[in-house]
């Protein structure tokens, strides 16, 4: 109450001061009066009263002084007061205004872009109504991921007591959909129905699907569709409803419309465009019977029953899943489970922290370097003021009260430059997000990166941290003015420790901005080592998949399709070569898939083979990705189903496997086959160029007549991704229903695989250039600001002969000095924390010469001239002006 | 007057403001009139000192003032105990009696 009280009197005193000035003045005035009428009555005249008064209570003025600021709203009142005043002086000065707004918008909007994308990618809560009792429930990593299969969700909806709406999901379906005469791939979501009620959805239009219409395998076809999928394919046509469409040749009803702005559960995901129930899972995943209890595909969430803590529903589960293995031993041994908060991206966690905080740490880095920029950068201007501060002190005002004035100017500047760098990191953070947006695949993710109020919060702590960084020192120097020498009117009222501060904080910069050159150089060094590869050009080579077995072609309609589809694509104009490879990704991890061994190498066991990586392809593939040989011939169309198996390997197989003796016409063992070597490439390596080669034996395509899918590679004189449309063109010439799935050109899948590389040596080399430009400022002006207090020693100098080159290099040298210092630091700091950067470097060592050389030589080149060019003016100081002046 | 007037015992003040109030509600001046009197001029107030307390008496609802005629018709504000003040002030006498003996007794001592 009394707290309320005490807001309320203080609230109706700021608004109506005069009002509440005018009773403290008749109540005092009062006070007085009867004060000197107890005098007057001993006999005093009321004059001589007043005045006995006034020397027993002090002057009336001082009492309200004393009462006045006891009150909180004072304080507000004084800060208002500074307000205005900061504004006042800021806009007196709009260059020196714009020019400290804009550094510290930049170096806030760097610390919010990389905020903002911490936050969207760990932050953040699933889309649900009610996210926070949501938790994830994940398997044990031993089969992969964290995934379940069916039945074992089955169990667990049926025996926990912990956890309530437990629902099931694999949002990750690419499913090949025709619907209102377009076909296409759609990402898809196979969720059990209990999805829509634990995120608290309601349906756009229609109705989500039933427990019901969920629980019986392949019964019922029912879909619900994205919003956005619905306006694309449908107009937004909400007769749509009922009608039926088909996935991966299968027809499935309509029964309902998502709400706009929900596109999954998966943070950083693929967005979800249509829903279709778990039981439907044989027509969402192809790879192994959903049904079965090693099938283990599916993602658990659920919402903790109140009370219960993560940690006892993460027991339960854990002995739920072992009295599920033992009560039947098709299920896989697993080793406990974890549940956890369904916050952020569910997979890659540490990996993307590891990311996280590097960026992190180069924003903070800036800025330090802008805090010191704009510190110096005050430290001048509070110079020049000296005399108007040192004018209030003598009036009476408090070193506290300097402090305040001076704090809150620079925090409107912090102010001003937060907010225009939040606006600018709505935009730079998108920048930033776009490079997640795309994967190796060539699929879309979504993150959701627009501001929310923990980012909103970030920037106002940011904002604050920043102004009062910038703004402390230069105002606790400023407070220190010496008032005799200020009010002398020497004109130069500068102590000898602010211009050090100066120096000081110049030479910070210098050094900061070194470090992350020398950082920035080496990430670039390291990420064009790992996009480089080796012994391969991936360069205007397009590449696709053509998943015929999603409308169930049978293996000899595939063969002859695809060997079609390489024929035609070879004759289209612009097109240099065309081949095929089997299954995985051309650049994804070269998985070992098979055992290799030499005839009559004898193995106790089949584990000790040694493993290999077996790459099904077609002719030409070598030339397509420019692969070159070492020895021997590429597959030809002799190579077919009926003619002797053979293979050709890479170097790294010849020196394991065949031991380094030239394998040529050799015969050797894969999976217990006979294969004759009929060729020797060299060991081609892109995704594994950090990782070291690995063994590989390639085979020819045609040969296994059981082989369904391929990706196509298609090496083009122009442009890849140019060349996509007339490429379609003619697969679809042959059949328009078969799907074609993960356009893209192969350097574009190069740079989904190398992400996080990219996006951390992109982030620090702006980073770099940002505080290469801010400290060459900097130093500018230390250098010129010298200049400009000195002309009158200038003067005096040159009238007493001095050349005009020896007054340059006065300043030159003074220069000098800050660059010296901060590069010797800066290097010492560069050496000490390159080392941090160890897992994020390939092909380059922390302390790489060239990328020291570079960084110092482009600072060195840049703060010369920024020193050169201020001091220069020294020599145009004309000594007749320059004495007049004082 | 006999002596000159000591400072009053730190944080005394509020309670001896209440302790008048209690008696009779009265204005600013007369606060410190009673003060005045009933010490028998040993604490003299300052009106500084004074209406700085006042103010924060009254932000804290302990007492309540109010603008009425004063005798000689000029304005003055009269101020009111509540009654959260009063428990107050009782508290506090409460508090001072307890300190006071256990401070003799220190005192006394030999």
């Known amino acids: ?886 | 007057m006999p002596e000159k007037p000591s400072d009053l015992v730190q944080g005394t003040l509020d309670m001896l403001i209440l302790k008048t109030l209690a008696l009779e509600p009265t204005h600013g001046y007369g606060i410190s009139v009673r003060i005045e009197q009933m010490s028998k001029g040993v604490f003299r107030l300052n009106a500084g000192s004074l209406f700085l307390a006042i103010q924060r008496l009254e932000r804290d609802g302990l007492i309540e003032g109010e603008w009425k005629p004063t005798e000689n018709n000029r304005r003055a504000r009269y101020y009111v105990l509540t009654q959260k003040g009063r428990k107050r002030l009782d508290n506090e006498t409460r508090e001072w009696g307890r300190q006071v003996a256990a401070i003799a007794r220190i005192l006394e001592a030999s």
């Open chain 1, 1 to 886: 109450m009394s707290l309320l009280r005490n807001v309320a009197r203080g609230l109706r005193s700021l608004f109506r001061k005069e009002h509440v000035n005018r009773e403290l003045n008749e109540e005092l005035g009062a006070y007085l009066e009867m004060a000197a009428a107890e005098k007057m009555k001993d006999g005093l005249s009321r004059k001589d009263a007043l005045r006995a008064v006034r020397l027993e209570q002090g002057s009336v003025e001082v009492t309200k002084e004393v009462v006045r600021p006891a009150r909180w709203e004072s304080f507000v009142e004084n800060c208002w007061q500074d307000l205005r005043f900061a504004a006042r002086i800021l806009r007196k000065n709009p260059g020196l205004t714009f020019a400290a707004v804009l550094t510290a918008a930049l170096g806030i909007a760097a610390n919010v872009t990389v905020f903002s994308v911490v936050d969207a990618l760990f932050l953040r809560s699933v889309p649900a109504k009610n996210p926070e009792r949501l938790v994830r429930i994940l398997a044990p990593e031993n089969n992969g991921g964290g995934v379940f299969s069916v039945p074992e969700f089955r169990y667990l909806r049926e025996h926990s007591k912990t956890v309530d709406e437990l629902t099931a999901h694999y949002s990750t379906a690419p499913l090949y959909v025709s619907a209102n005469d377009e076909t296409g791939e759609v990402q898809g979501a196979v969720v059990s129905s209990s999805y829509f009620s634990m995120l608290g959805l309601r349906p756009y239009l229609g109705r989500f699907f039933t427990p019901d219409e969920d629980s019986v395998a392949d019964r019922n076809a029912v879909a619900v569709l994205g919003y956005g999928f619905w306006q694309r394919i449908y107009n937004g046509d909400s007769a749509v409803i009922g009608r039926t469409f088909l996935i991966n040749g299968q027809a499935f009803t309509v029964v309902g419309i998502m709400p706009a702005d929900f596109h999954g559960v998966e943070i950083g995901g693929m967005p979800n465009e249509i829903w279709i129930p778990a039981m439907m899972i044989h027509v969402g995943y192809r790879y192994c019977d959903g049904f079965q209890p090693s099938c283990t595909i599916l993602s658990i969430m659920g919402r903790l029953k109140s009370g219960i803590s993560a940690a006892e529903a993460q027991a339960e589960i854990a002995t739920l899943m072992q009295q599920l293995r033992a009560s039947n031993s098709a299920f896989d041994e697993r080793y406990g489970a974890s549940v956890t908060p369904a916050v952020g991206m569910s997979g890659n966690r540490e990996y993307n922290l590891m990311l996280a905080r590097l960026l992190s740490a180069i924003a903070g880095i800036l800025l330090l370097i802008v805090c010191a920029n704009l510190g110096g950068l005050l430290v001048a201007r509070g110079t020049g003021r000296g005399r108007e501060i040192a004018m209030r002190l003598a009036l009476g005002a408090g070193r506290g009260r300097i402090v305040h004035q001076l704090l809150t100017e620079s925090l409107v500047l912090a102010f001003a430059g937060g907010a225009v760098g939040f606006l600018l990191s709505t935009w730079t953070s998108r920048l930033l997000v776009n490079f997640y947006s795309v994967d190796d695949e060539g699929y879309k993710h979504l993150f959701d990166v627009r501001p929310d109020a923990t980012v909103l919060l970030f920037s106002l702590a940011v904002t604050a941290a920043a102004g009062v960084l910038f703004g402390l020192l230069p105002a606790l120097q400023a407070s220190r003015t010496d008032l005799n020498d200020a009010l002398k009117g020497g004109g130069s009222p500068v102590g000898a420790n602010r211009k050090s501060s100066r120096t000081a904080l110049a030479t910070v910069q210098v050094a900061f901005s070194l470090a992350l050159l020398v950082g920035a150089g080496l990430l670039a060094r390291s990420a064009a080592f790992i996009q480089s590869g080796s012994n391969m050009d991936l360069h205007h080579v397009l590449g696709l998949r053509l998943p015929v077995s999603l409308i169930h072609y049978p293996p000899d309609k595939a063969r002859t399709f695809k060997q079609e589809v390489v024929r035609r694509l070879r004759e289209l104009p612009g097109v240099e070569s065309v081949s095929l490879a089997k299954g995985q990704g051309l650049l994804w991890n070269p998985w070992l898939s098979g055992r290799a061994t030499l005839p009559g190498k004898m193995y106790a066991k089949l584990e000790e083979q040694p493993r290999v990586s077996v790459k099904p392809i077609a002719p030409n593939y070598f030339a397509t990705l420019r692969i070159p040989f070492v020895s021997g011939r590429d597959f030809n169309d002799s190579d077919n189903p009926g003619s002797p198996p053979v293979t050709i390997v890479n170097e790294t197989f010849a020196r394991q496997i065949a031991a380094n003796r030239l394998p040529l016409g050799q015969t050797v063992l894969i999976d217990d086959k006979p294969y004759q070597i009929v060729g020797l490439v060299k060991d081609a390596q892109m995704r594994s160029v950090i990782e070291g080669p690995l063994p590989v034996a390639y085979v020819p395509f045609w040969q296994d007549e059981t082989l369904l899918e391929a990706r196509m590679c298609i090496r083009l004189a122009g442009d890849p991704a140019a060349a996509l449309p007339m490429v379609r063109k003619a697969i679809a010439s042959i059949d328009p229903a078969v799907p074609v799935t993960e356009t893209m050109p192969l350097m574009d899948q190069v740079r989904g695989a190398y992400t996080d590389a990219r996006v951390a040596s992109t982030v620090l080399s702006c980073a770099a250039l940002l505080a290469l430009i801010l400290s060459a400022m900097g130093l500018y002006g230390v250098v010129s600001y010298e200049v400009g207090r000195r002309t009158k020693e200038i003067g005096v100098r040159t009238a007493l002969g001095a050349r005009p080159h020896d007054v340059v290099q006065l300043f030159l040298r003074q220069g000098f000095r800050v660059v010296l210092s901060g590069v010797l630091f800066g290097g010492g700091l560069a050496f000490a924390t390159t080392r941090l950067l160890g897992a994020w470097l390939f092909g380059v060592g922390s302390a790489d010469p060239l990328s020291f050389g570079a960084a110092t030589a482009v600072l060195l080149c840049t703060t010369v001239t920024a020193t050169y060019l201020p001091a220069r003016q020294a020599m145009r100081v004309d000594p007749i002006v320059a004495l007049r002046y004082e």
